[in-house]
């Protein structure tokens, strides 16, 4: 089949790999109908995650039609349309049990689960298509996929309902609602979410429908801005303002009371702080550049909740440690329990409350994914959401 393969930083190419295979009973084949590129594939195209291997196939935002299930699948036939959550989840686990699926202790075989607890302290989970650190699984920017556990993670969608429509409840969807749902928003609220990108717009979206009553957006890119302003955001361009002072100034000095940062570790910029931080990046002495993480602590308002949906990979230095403990800040963050969200945020878009297709800019056919990781990198303005077609005939 043709997959998108990492061969190193800014370097991905269509190629021919071998079709997946039913490896275990409850697995299941997925032919790819649609596959979004996410910002968190940027991470892995700049080389900000560790063990990336040349050849990896990339891809965990993706939905498709069964085509073939393990024994052990009772609840997938062939033929069902599936949307299948990024992370990857045995359902059965302690954390499983406890909805908390993003924590899962199976899914991450063991040797390389050991890399990232050495790394974290405990395991991460299996992702797809996102690195050797998280279980080294073939992602779905693909003609194919294999899909472990597929009796737990996939959900089923309804025919009629387009791609377009459902696609986003894979990942980005579900993380914008679980930041907004971490902010644990009250009545007359103002939420600030630093990032106008696919997480941040979401978050933007989930907060109005979770109850806040004023949601500022923070970017630089006009294009990204002008969607948060078309769902009701007031907006701060970074580049014209000082961030903290005008937050302060709109809440009449208070600040918000919940901050989120959509943003992550690549934070664009030139305040002092960023800039150190990208030199130390550059000659391996950093990981991460948390510039907006420092700002969002220092903004929120005392006593206010911090909400992390931005990732996060090692460690991070000039760290305002102070002003989280003295203001008494609440931080929630974490990869998203997307099985968790899915099937309510189904409700939603089927019932007309939640239209996510106003963010999809571009759709091309996956022999031209390369073109798109460029794209959404260096045209962050413009392309807001990139969609790729591995059914599309040449
Ligand atoms: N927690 C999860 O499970 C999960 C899932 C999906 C994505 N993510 C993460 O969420 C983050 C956002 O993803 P995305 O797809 O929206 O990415 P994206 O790259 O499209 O968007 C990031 C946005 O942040 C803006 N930005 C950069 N520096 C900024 C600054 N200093 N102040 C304000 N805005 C700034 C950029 O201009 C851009 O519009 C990424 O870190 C991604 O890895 C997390
Ligand atoms: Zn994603
Ligand atoms: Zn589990």
Redesign the pocket.
Known sequence: MRALTWQGKHDVRVETVPDPQIVNPRDAIIRITSTAI???D??LYDHYIPRMKEGDVLGHEFMGEVVEVGRGNKKLKVGDRVVVP??ISCGSCFFCQKQQF?ACDNSNPADTADMSEIAYGYPMPGAFGYSHLTGGYAGGQAEFVRVPYSDVGPLVIPNGIADDKVLFLS??LP?GW??ADNCMIEPGDTVAV????????FAVQSAFLLGAERVIA????PR?LELAKQLGAEVIN?EEVK?REALAEMTGGIGPDACID????????F?VD?VLDHVKAAVGLATDRP??LR?VILACRKGGRVS?????GGMADKFPVGALMEKGLTIK????H?QKYMPRLLDMILEGKIDTTFLISHRLPLEEAAQGYKM?KEQ?NEV??VILKPQTVH
């Open positions: 996410c910002g968190s940027l991470h990024f992370v993003a990942d980005i993380t679980m930041a630093w990032g106008c990108g696919p997480v941040g717009l923070i970017d630089h890119y990204r970074y961030v959509a943003v992550g570790m690549e934070s664009h910029g305040s960023n510039h907006v700002q992390i949906p931005g990732v996060y963050t974490g990869q998203t997307v959404f962050q807001t959401k």
